[in-house]
């Protein structure tokens, strides 16, 4: 897997840029593209994280985003390389970006699934051995401190 040391060194604009190009091109994989109460809810349940999270900014939550994505898997490591270096960008035409919440609820889907019920809830089934990253539990944290419901 490749250092992921360069994304803390990363600007907010950078960082946010980076995020919302990666998920404009993953954004057809997600079933679940908002913040919504629903989702705020399934969320909690599962990562018993509460709503006084410490207050976020759409930086911070880019560069925790890019860490969990980072580490989660090789070729996703390898992509945002090559999306940071600008290697990869023309080849994939990242032309449309997604706002940085957005952003992160894709970039979450690989680590969790989303399941929506007749009743209008929502569940969220965490990927095994998910939950001990304490990546996964910081991006949860700062999206509920930014997002809101």
Do not use: C, Y
């Amino acid at each position: 897997m490749s250092d992921s040391n360069w994304i803390d060194a990363l600007a907010d604009d950078e960082a946010i840029d980076l995020l919302e190009r990666f998920a404009a091109g993953n954004r057809h994989q997600a079933d679940v593209t908002e913040w919504t109460p629903e989702v705020h809810t399934a969320l909690a349940e599962v990562a018993a994280i509460s709503d006084a999270a410490a207050v976020s900014s759409e930086g911070e939550l880019a560069r925790a985003t890019l860490q969990l994505l980072a580490t989660s898997d090789p070729s996703i490591a390898e992509a945002l390389d090559q999306l940071h270096s600008g290697t990869q960008a023309e080849a994939l035409g990242f032309l449309l970006t997604v706002g940085v919440v957005t952003a992160a609820i894709i970039a979450l889907q690989t680590k969790v699934t989303f399941e929506a019920h007749e009743d209008g809830t929502w569940s969220v089934a965490i990927d095994k051995g998910a939950l001990d990253d304490a990546l996964l539990k910081v991006v949860i944290a700062k999206l509920f401190a930014l997002a809101g419901v």
